[in-house]
């Protein structure tokens, strides 16, 4: 059976929405480096804290590596939830094509 026109404006549609699930996932994972300098910042921090014997740098220390940790894994999974996001829509794409032309 032909495709209709509305057929082919909603697969055209659901390109464009692939299409920008696909840069944004791509423009999530070039955001790496930020997550990258404050890795290595915290214990360039964390260095200079005992270097100049500050009394709270203990606490300093542990509060960089903890947040150098929460933003690494948030950076984690949001890029697994994109990366999730991008596989269901191009597997609910196949099914509703092949939907398509069985029927």
């Known amino acids: 059976m032909g495709l209709t026109h509305n057929d082919l404006k909603s697969m055209t549609s659901e390109e464009g929405q692939k ?6 996932l791509e423009a999530h994972r070039n955001r790496k480096w930020i997550v990258n300098c404050i890795c290595v910042i915290a214990p360039i921090v964390a260095i200079l804290c005992f270097y ?3 009394p709270q740098a203990v606490g300093i220390t542990v509060i960089l590596f903890f947040i150098c940790a ?3 894994i948030l950076h984690r999974a949001l890029d697994k939830k994109m990366e999730l996001r991008l596989k269901r829509f191009k597997q609910e794409k ?7 032309y069985r029927s």
């Open 70 to 72: 929460i933003t690494w």
């Open 94 to 100: 196949r099914k509703s094509t092949i939907k398509l």
């Open 52 to 54: 100049l014997q500050l």
């Open 19 to 24: 299409q920008l699930l696909e840069r944004n």
